[in-house]
């Protein structure tokens, strides 16, 4: 699959460019050695980018290698700062990362995440994906109290030409999830994707309700659910990493989404997220379409945020 436009280059890339016109002025001074206002300069720079805490490891590291004398040139600080990040985002995502258990029955992905990340967008753009690789998709809405939640899922299922399950308003979700199962059984489908509510009256009920969904849909199809994603928006920085504990604590979280990185400059947080959370990252939302979504490639991703 193709993207329509390479991962957000114009908004997401440009860190190597404002290092140099913050720090780099006089290349050689840093080249000399560790220099306090270049290195505070970078880390002006990397904290712009919602690097986070993250930034102070990356410093760390510079510093030393500065020291050793092991980054000689300017171009050796770039690439040192590519690899770095590069092995910080861990392993490559896609969909051949993901748990689609034993094949006996349908695999079962939820998706969990604070309202507005995306959820229900990552919903179709997952359905699209599996789609165009072969696999039959249910979606199910489990947010009972928002009936536009549904709808909206509703809406992406016609245009994918999907079944959608959803449930009576303020019924039960976790009643949601096991009908859905029933559902794709009884139409002989392979992949079911849960999308979740992701705010209720209280924290403590939004806790209870995915760990029921998740009783339930575990009890109904063994090994369910296969994969618990956790959406998060770019642009939100450190708060995603807040937000995350949440539903870290909930349910066993497999993996990450990340969405809406063609609408910051701050790509440093998926770094942060990354780090910061230990949770591999799958896929990339970067744009509102559904074919706007994308594997997750930590060299690749490195290589842009950076730039040249
Ligand atoms: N620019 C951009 N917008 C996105 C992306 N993903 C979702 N959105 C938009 O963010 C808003 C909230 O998305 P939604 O899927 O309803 O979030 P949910 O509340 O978590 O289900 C919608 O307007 C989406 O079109 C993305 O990757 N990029
Ligand atoms: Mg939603």
């Known amino acids: ?10 908004v997401i890339g440009g860190l190597w460019r404002r290092i140099r016109e913050v720090a780099l002025a006089d290349v050689a001074v840093l080249l000399r050695g560790v220099d306090a206002s270049v290195v505070e300069g970078i880390e002006r720079v990397l904290l712009e980018a919602d690097f986070g805490p993250v930034a102070y490891t990356l410093l760390e590291d510079l510093e030393q290698r500065l020291r050793r004398g ?32 034993d ?88 992949t079911i994707v849960v999308d979740t509510a992701g705010r209720l009256h209280t924290r403590s009920d939004l806790v209870e309700e995915l760990k029921k969904v998740r009783r339930v849909v575990g009890r109904k199809r063994a090994g369910a659910p ?22 870290t604590e909930a349910v066993s979280v497999t993996g990450m989404i990340v969405t809406k990185l063609d609408g910051t400059a701050k790509g440093g947080s998926v770094v942060a997220v990354r780090n910061q959370l230990g949770l591999p990252i799958r896929f990339l939302g970067v744009g509102e379409r559904v074919q706007d979504l994308e594997p997750f490639a930590p060299e690749r991703f490195a290589e842009q945020l950076v730039g040249a």
Not at 77 to 99: Q, T, Y
Not at 226 to 247: I, R
Request: proline share 3%.
């Open 226 to 247: 296969h994969e618990t994603l956790l959406v998060v928006d770019a642009t939100t920085g450190q708060n995603s990493v807040v937000q995350a504990a949440t539903f």
């Open 70 to 101: 092991e980054l000689r040139t300017e171009e050796d600080v770039r690439r040192w700062l590519v690899n770095r990040v590069a092995s910080m985002l861990g392993e490559p995502g896609g969909l051949e990362r993901l748990n689609f258990g």
């Open 1 to 10: 699959m193709g993207l329509a436009v390479p991962l957000g280059v114009a």
């Open 103 to 190: 094949g006996a029955g349908p695999a079962v992905f939820l998706l969990v995440g604070v309202n507005g990340v995306g959820k229900t967008t990552v919903a179709a753009k997952l359905a699209h994906l599996l789609l165009q690789r072969g696999r039959s998709v249910l979606l199910a809405a489990t947010d009972t109290y928002r009936a536009a939640a549904a709808e909206q899922l509703a809406i992406w299922a016609r245009r994918l030409s999907v079944p959608c399950v959803t449930g009576q308003a303020g019924g039960d979700p976790a009643a949601v999830a096991f009908n859905a199962i029933d559902a794709a059984v009884a139409q002989g489908i392979d």
